[in-house]
């Protein structure tokens, strides 16, 4: 069985690699372009780990976002 964790993450690395630079930053799960942070969960998963980090978003799995809450399924878009 996989572990959704690394499925959430692993669609979101195949999506943003099609159309830009996605690197491993300090802080976060992956950096866009050399100037975005996200951090990839589920919808439970809160903005704690991302506290001073400039233009830092989290990529969730939910229906609908707000603020630096974005949903998951909306970077399938990207492709």
Do not use: C
């Amino acid at each position: 069985m996989a572990n959704i964790g690394n499925v959430r993450e692993t669609f979101f690395l195949n999506q943003l690699t099609a159309v830009h630079s996605v690197t491993a930053p300090r802080y976060g799960d992956f950096m866009v372009d050399d100037t975005y942070v996200f951090e990839v969960g589920g919808a439970s998963k809160t903005s704690e780990q991302l506290q001073g980090v400039p233009q830092s978003y989290l990529a969730l799995d939910i229906a609908g976002g707000s603020n630096r809450r974005i949903p998951l399924w909306l970077f399938g878009m990207l492709y």
